[in-house]
């Protein structure tokens, strides 16, 4: 009976961890920055960004577009559940994350580099 009892407030919160999603975005000029947790379909990895929406990009295309509207998107498609304060850590561990997607995908870490970096000259 006790199992029982554990099992299903087990089976929610392991279907909440598989919607749990967060990006974080650094403070710049225009925006406070913040890190964001929602509820949305797993899409992305748990600290995927939505800057890595924009690595597989040309390298001459612009990116700003492609920033705001995978943010836009990931408001749009999630229920948010917290607003946090800028977190450093979230910030450098999306970014890994990026880079290890697009690993696995096939894609050049030292060419996702160089995107990451053109992503951070405009403040995300």
């Given at each position: 009976?006790?199992l ?5 407030p ?8 598989l ?10 000029p ?6 964001t ?8 990895p748990?600290?995927?960004s939505p800057r890595a929406?924009?690595l ?7 990116v700003?577009p492609c ?14 559940l ?8 979230c ?6 994350v990026a880079v ?25």
């Open positions: 009976m006790r029982r009892v554990l099992i299903l087990g089976l929610v919160l392991l279907a909440c961890a919607l749990l999603r967060s990006y974080t975005l650094p403070p710049a225009d925006r406070r920055g913040g890190t947790l929602l509820l949305t379909w797993p899409n992305r748990l600290f995927g929406d924009c597989a990009g040309p390298a001459d295309a612009p700003l920033l705001i509207a995978s943010v836009a998107r990931a408001r749009d498609d999630g229920i948010i917290a607003q946090l304060p800028f977190c450093a850590t910030y450098d561990l999306s970014g890994r290890m997607v697009q690993g696995v995908t096939g894609r050049d870490p030292a060419q996702t580099q160089a995107r990451l970096a053109q992503i951070a000259r405009f403040g995300w």
